[in-house]
């Protein structure tokens, strides 16, 4: 556990704002992603205010990321769906489209989850402001090159059986 929270916080952002126009690309390939009876039961919150990605840090045990992002995208769900289960399922669809795009967008980004873990959801929704109904989901710091990243292979093939 220690290596993994070493690799994610060590990461170095870029100091350079996030073009809008870049986070409108990102979020518009998340909320292209299926949803179960068609009800896109998300939303997504830009935060850019300094207090505010300092206060977010506080909720997440990898709180280098959010406190040295340019930006962080809070994800939250709508509550009261025919099916409860849906709409974090639907979240989590939403969300991987989101972490592809923003490599597509040569930045890079760090999904922090938040759900199902109630206190700290009901921290970032009070901390953001998030309207009663929905449901904070996850934070996503970004704004670190991509290619920083070093991405690992995680491809093995002795992992792949063909019976």
Same mark, same amino acid.
């Given at each position: 556990?220690?290596?993994?929270?070493?690799?994610?916080?060590?990461?170095?952002?870029?100091?350079?704002?996030?073009?809008?126009?870049?986070?409108?690309?990102?979020?518009?390939?998340?909320?292209?992603?299926?949803?179960?009876? @068609?009800?896109?039961?998300?939303?997504?919150?830009?935060?850019? &205010?300094?207090?505010?990605?300092?206060?977010?840090?506080?909720?997440?045990?990898?709180?280098?990321?959010?406190?040295?992002?340019?930006?962080?995208?809070?994800?939250?769900?709508?509550?009261?769906?025919?099916?409860?289960?849906?709409?974090?399922?639907?979240?989590?669809?939403?969300?991987? @489209?989101?972490?592809?795009?923003?490599?597509?967008?040569?930045?890079?980004?760090?999904?922090?989850?938040?759900?199902?873990?109630? &206190?700290?959801?009901?921290?970032?929704?009070?901390?953001?402001?998030?309207?009663?109904? !929905?449901?904070?989901?996850?934070?996503?710091? !970004?704004?670190?090159?991509?290619?920083?990243?070093?991405?690992?292979?995680?491809? &093995?093939?002795?992992?792949?059986?063909?019976?």
């Amino acid at each position: 556990m220690k290596e993994i929270f070493e690799r994610v916080s060590i990461r170095r952002f870029t100091e350079q704002p996030v073009e809008e126009e870049k986070i409108l690309s990102i979020l518009r390939a998340a909320m292209a992603a299926p949803s179960a009876g @068609n009800q896109q039961p998300w939303e997504f919150f830009v935060i850019r &205010d300094r207090e505010l990605l300092e206060a977010l840090s506080g909720v997440t045990p990898y709180s280098g990321c959010t406190k040295r992002a340019t930006v962080a995208i809070v994800s939250a769900y709508r509550e009261k769906l025919w099916a409860p289960s849906y709409a974090q399922i639907d979240m989590s669809i939403a969300m991987e @489209n989101l972490w592809l795009a923003c490599g597509e967008q040569g930045l890079g980004g760090v999904w922090l989850g938040i759900a199902p873990v109630e &206190d700290r959801m009901k921290a970032v929704e009070e901390i953001v402001g998030i309207p009663e109904g !929905l449901r904070a989901f996850a934070i996503f710091p !970004l704004g670190y090159p991509a290619e920083s990243r070093k991405q690992q292979d995680r491809f &093995d093939e002795s992992r792949i059986h063909f019976l």
